[in-house]
């Protein structure tokens, strides 16, 4: 039997900081009775729970075992028609790139209420910390967000490649530490330039935070030679992308 008090709050995380919460998702994790939450929402962020709340991983994460997103479903489902307060963690803003559509249908389709807490986007918490922006008047006119892998964890080919290789553009590519290589070569064979400023973000937020900077193709030989990083990380690159050089 149903229970009217279940309530699914969709919390974004943002970087993992738990300084860059928002109140409300504070609010919601010192309220939740059960939190289920992404790998990449874990550690500080979950000290914001509340003592006796039942916290769930039920993160996904390339080449490790993962939970799968029909069972993720399902518990919000469970829980919700139990009647509970469920928090649904996830990374960055939940909307980009984190599959939140799904588990939307999911709650939809049995009647449950939710609601959606935005947060800090990876792509602007990275910016930050690189002390640079991700517009500027005339020389990068709009930012697009793409991500580097398909469903197979392949570099997706259906991609606007002309738009991608703008070079009045700052793009964001989540997702693509393996990929970046075969992506760059396209990218140059449709008109973007080698030397094209770009930025390695991993584990922003985080202690064991790294910056790199560099130009597309010496980032994409960094990657093919050293292989993606175990923590995960964003690419920047378009005129923005160098930054600032201090430390």
Known sequence: MKNSNGF????????GDPELLTLRAVKRLQAADVVLYDDLASGPVLGQAREGATLISVGKRAGRPSAKQETVNALLVEHGQAGRRVVRLKSGDAGIFGRLEEELQAVRDAGLPYEIVPGVPSANAAAAVAGL???????????????G???????????????????????????????????????????????????LAEAVGHPHQRLVRSTVTALAALLQAEGPSKHPALIIYGPLAKGDEQP
Not at 8 to 15: K, Q
Not at 133 to 147: E, H, I, K, M, N
């Open 149 to 199: 892998a398909d469903v197979t964890g392949g570099l997706p080919q259906d991609q606007n490649w002309a738009a991608l290789a703008d070079p009045f553009a700052t793009t964001v590519v989540f997702m693509g530490q393996r990929t970046f290589p075969a992506m760059v070569e396209l990218l140059v064979k449709n008109g973007l330039a080698p030397d094209t400023p770009a930025l």
């Open 8 to 15: 699914i709050s969709f919390v974004s995380s943002g970087p």
């Open 133 to 147: 922006p991700l517009t500027r008047r005339l020389t990068s006119r709009r930012v697009q967000f793409l991500t």
